[in-house]
T-cell receptor, first 114, second 118 residues
Framework: AQSVAQPEDQVNVAEGNPLTVKCTYS??????LFWYVQYPNRGLQFLLK??????LVKGSYGFEAEFNKSQTSFHLKKPSALVSDSALYFC????????????FGGGTRVLVKP | GAVVSQHPSWVICKSGTSVKIECRSL??????MFWYRQFPKQSLMLMAT?????????EQGVEKDKFLINHASLTLSTLTVTSAHPEDSSFYIC??????????????FGPGTRLTVL
């Protein structure tokens, strides 16, 4: 069964500093990995996905993520965080063997302080 | 980009009544839509997968007679919470897949509907 872990419930970072949100996954086959962001009382917004190819994926709002197969990780990064990046971030994985369903991590709350 | 809308954004109802939530893909056709439920400070829980023109597939533990799903067209899926009770109060989020069902499709999410049952 596929699973996703986001080891940090919350990440605090000062505005302008680098931001990293961690994600590790477990699948039996090839993983397809996604990052979403959720603002209060809103649905999820798609940030980026890894399907194949270059391990470094660039997405919306200056975010990027690096796929690391040996460490089964897909950490989300932003070089310089903004206060407006404060939100709830979800990592998700999908594999064909699981019926193409997305499995979400528990979410990581990011708080960017001015 | 792909946009998914939900209506209503919030609803308050009395216990025992039924509530219908609509989910629309605005600029793409979605053969598959998903309904999720999210409790405060928790992740999303998949309730069911809705396929256009066929019956929905429910996840284990989700009552199909209580959460009626209809996917009548390629741009519209509805979730009806029948005989709602306070424990059904939650944030319901729909999602639509933008492709033909490939593993690489992106799922786009609606803004969510907050249901409060008194």
């Amino acid at each position: 069964a596929q699973s996703v872990a986001q080891p940090e419930d919350q990440v605090n970072v000062a505005e302008g500093n680098p931001l990293t949100v961690k994600c590790t996954y477990s699948v039996s086959g090839n993983p397809y990995l996604f990052w979403y962001v959720q603002y209060p009382n809103r649905g999820l917004q798609f940030l980026l996905k890894y399907i194949t190819g270059d391990n470094l994926v660039k997405g919306s709002y200056g975010f990027e993520a690096e796929f690391n197969k040996s460490q089964t990780s897909f950490h989300l990064k932003k070089p310089s965080a903004l206060v407006s990046d404060s939100a709830l971030y979800f990592c998700a994985v999908r594999e064909r063997a699981a019926g193409n369903k997305l499995t979400f991590g528990g979410g990581t709350r990011v708080l960017v302080k001015p | 980009g792909a946009v998914v809308s939900q209506h209503p954004s919030w609803v308050i109802c009395k216990s025992g009544t039924s509530v219908k939530i609509e989910c629309r893909s605005l600029d793409f056709q979605a053969t598959t839509m998903f309904w999720y439920r999210q409790f405060p400070k928790q992740s999303l829980m998949l309730m069911a997968t809705s396929n256009e023109g066929s019956k929905a597939t429910y996840e284990q533990g989700v009552e199909k007679d209580k959460f009626l799903i209809n996917h009548a067209s390629l741009t519209l899926s509805t979730l009806t919470v029948t005989s709602a009770h306070p424990e059904d109060s939650s944030f319901y989020i729909c999602s639509a897949r933008d492709g033909a069902g490939s593993s690489t499709d992106t799922q786009y999410f609606g803004p969510g509907t907050r249901l409060t049952v008194l």
